[in-house]
């Protein structure tokens, strides 16, 4: 059993409310949080560490990530070996939580395998909330075969896969009983056309109403739900009619479609800086021509999504997308949002909004009692300087997650 831990002075970022309370004491046991508040007594033996007033917010959460894909060669990912596709997923991992993040929600590609190694500690990780692998079309988003590759199926089973092929209700219904069986906390549905797929314009619609359909009830039945990877509006219109909750890049929806996602309780996950990356270097890394000339298609779009999803009152989910080395622009989805969202509205899907999509409401993204001790010092206030977020992680003074801190550069106060 380690010491319980008592960070003391500090002021708490409080997400919901927009602001900081002052000279609060976090008290921290296990991998959770036993007590904070004002006055909050240390145990006996406890390490107290004086933040003098220091900002400590909760860890932040990526709803958007792929953890396999550690280069833009999708079929390399693909035909990797198991066992070196999760040796360069843990590296993924390490770097996303060297940044800030303590929670990361996995759409694609991710297996049960890669949660244990985080929760074993054999990974030094972000908590991982998975899928399987993303349901696509014959010729949808996750066939990567050319237009003249006849060859069967495509190597869906292997780790490094993100996707596999899913045709007809009832192989829909199968997969998805698979995944939930092996560990999925949620069904991922590629429903519309992508930008990192050979075959498939931005506008194609994927799967028939009736496949949604079956995901949608296989995913209720068992308490979970479905995400939909969706561009343009009729694609989004017709997941949200079909009971799809969490929306994912939303680039081309439009303000009645949005109020409608509202009102069925959707929640949104921009992921802007996937395209913005792209538009840097997605040539350069082997991006391939069709789809770089798929890039501007979706971009323009995304500034302008934002506003009407927030108008409508969607709530959005911090997400970013970003594939090989791309990965490295995470932080950059934060100066994007901030084009358009105020900071209080950013921090909020850093972590209340990440947390309630990753089932994790009132265990993540909050600093309260019985929630994990997910834990991120600063020294300044985020909601009047952003910019503490957007580097690499250097600027962050310490980050713990799970009641462990994983980096700890800060000048105490105080020490017992």
Request: aromatic residues 2%; charged residues 25%; negative net charge.
């Amino acid at each position: 059993m380690t010491r319980p831990i008592a960070l003391t002075g500090a002021n708490l970022l409080d997400p919901e409310a927009g602001r900081l309370l002052p000279n609060r004491t976090i008290l921290i046991e296990g991998d959770r949080i036993a007590a904070v508040g004002e006055g909050v007594a240390p145990p006996e033996g406890a390490e107290v560490i004086g933040l003098d007033g220091k900002t400590v917010m909760p860890g932040m959460i990526d709803c958007h990530m792929h953890v396999v894909a550690e280069t833009l060669d999708l079929w390399g990912n693909m035909i990797a070996p198991t066992s070196l596709s999760a040796l360069r997923s843990a590296r993924v991992m390490e770097e996303t939580l060297a940044r800030g993040f303590t929670t990361i929600r996995d759409l694609g590609g991710a297996d049960q395998g890669l949660v244990l190694g985080v929760e074993e500690g054999l990974i030094d990780g972000p908590r991982l909330i998975i899928c399987g692998k993303g349901l696509s079309t014959t010729g949808g988003h996750c066939d990567l075969r050319q237009r003249t590759d006849d060859r069967p199926g495509i190597m869906s089973d292997r780790l490094g896969s993100m996707g596999i092929l899913v045709d007809g209700v009832d192989d829909v219904r199968r997969v998805a009983r698979t995944y939930i069986k092996e560990g999925a906390r949620f069904i991922k549905l590629m429903a519309n056309g992508g930008v990192s797929s050979p075959n498939d314009p931005i506008h194609a619609l994927q799967f028939s109403k009736d496949e949604i359909a079956a995901a949608v009830e296989e995913a209720e039945n068992a308490g979970l739900y479905v995400a939909a990877h969706v561009y343009t509006d009729r694609a989004i219109r017709r997941c949200v009619d079909l009971g799809v909750r969490s929306l994912e890049h939303c680039n081309l929806i439009e303000a009645e479609t949005a109020a409608m996602a509202a009102e069925r309780g959707c929640i949104s996950v921009p992921t802007l800086v996937a395209y913005e990356a792209l538009a840097l270097e997605g040539e350069a890394l082997g991006l391939g021509a069709d789809s770089v000339a798929k890039i501007d298609t979706v971009r323009e779009g995304g500034r302008r999504s934002l506003g009407l999803l927030r108008d409508a009152g969607v709530p959005m989910a911090f997400g970013t997308d970003l594939l090989g080395g791309l990965r490295k622009y995470q932080c950059m989805e934060i100066d994007l949002l901030a084009e358009v969202l105020s900071p209080a509205e950013i921090l909020r899907s850093l972590t209340l909004t990440g947390a309630e999509l990753c089932g994790l409401k009132g265990e993540a993204g909050v600093i309260a009692e019985g929630a994990f001790a997910d834990l991120l010092v600063l020294e300044g206030d985020p909601l009047q300087d952003l910019s503490l977020l957007t580097g690499d992680g250097a600027q962050i003074g310490a980050i713990m997650a799970a009641g462990r801190f994983i980096k700890r550069d800060i000048t105490e106060g105080a020490v017992e």
